[in-house]
């Protein structure tokens, strides 16, 4: 497989209380080209396996592997969007594209040609020299859409990344990085406490639940593309992901180990 998380186990200890499981073993296989979507409540872990994947973070035990290697840490083509965008304020939205280029020593020309090229995949040609305060929530996450993209990783790792913005803005952000994953052909692994983002967009949901943090199902959506959101299947695979989520209070385990 593609990527492969084996037996991934992540412990912290927590002052006074001893060790603590932020993800109990997972075990996920992922093809190359997949949309996977990490699906669960606060706290369930998805972003620790999420740093497991990216190599920010090690597992206490068991392993990932992508591409027959074990991750030991961050690589090129591996890139990560988190929530808050990481903008620079006081760089322009092509300049603030080139960042990445930059930092992998792109030739000058070269980082400018490609910039404008991934400022217009987003739709932010019009607005590439304005700064990111003048623009809003959605475009500075174009911004930062156009800015990991334009350094083409194999494997894309977002992490909430649309969890700042309003409904409307949130939904034509679904459309957008549902476009740009099938012109493009990324591996992504995308993460969201909302259920209808995950049904829209994913290949395969993996629901996470917490206490501890966990994989408890991985539920595959064979919806063509692109999704209705108001079509029968598509509410009929969100009703099914909502009821992996009704908790039996009697059988949460212990929390602490
Ligand atoms: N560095 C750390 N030290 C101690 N505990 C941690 C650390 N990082 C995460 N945890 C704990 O591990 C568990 C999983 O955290 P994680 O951040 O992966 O959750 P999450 O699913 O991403 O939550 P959210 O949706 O709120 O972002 C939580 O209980 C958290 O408190
Ligand atoms: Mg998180």
Known sequence: MYISIVEA?????????GRMAALERVNLEIGKGEFICLLGPSGCGKTTLLNLIAGFDRPTSGFVRINGETVTGPSEN??????????????????????????????????RRIAEEYTELVGLSAYKNHYPSQLSGG??????????????????L???????????????????????????????I????????????????????????????????????KR???GADF?????RVFAEFELKTDDEPEYYL
Do not use: C
């Open 9 to 17: 186990y992540r412990e912290y200890s927590v002052e006074d209380r």
């Open 78 to 111: 591996r890139i990560t969007i988190f929530q808050n965008y990481g903008l620079l304020p006081w760089r322009t939205v092509l300049r603030n594209v080139e960042l990445e280029l930059e930092a992998r020593k792109t030739d000058k020309k070269e980082r």
């Open 139 to 156: 475009m500075q996450q174009r911004v930062a859409l156009a800015r990991a993209l334009a350094v083409d990783p194999e494997i894309l």
């Open 158 to 188: 977002m992490d909430e990344p649309f969890g700042a913005l309003d409904a409307m803005t949130r939904m034509s952000m679904q459309d957008e990085i549902e476009r740009i994953w099938r012109e493009k052909k990324k591996t992504i």
């Open 190 to 225: 995308f993460v969201t406490h909302d259920i209808e983002e995950a049904v829209f967009l994913a290949d395969r949901i993996v629901i996470m639940t917490s206490f501890p943090g966990k994989v408890k199902s991985v539920i595959d959506v064979p919806l063509a593309r």
């Open 228 to 230: 209705d959101r108001t």
């Open 235 to 239: 509410l009929k695979i969100r009703d």
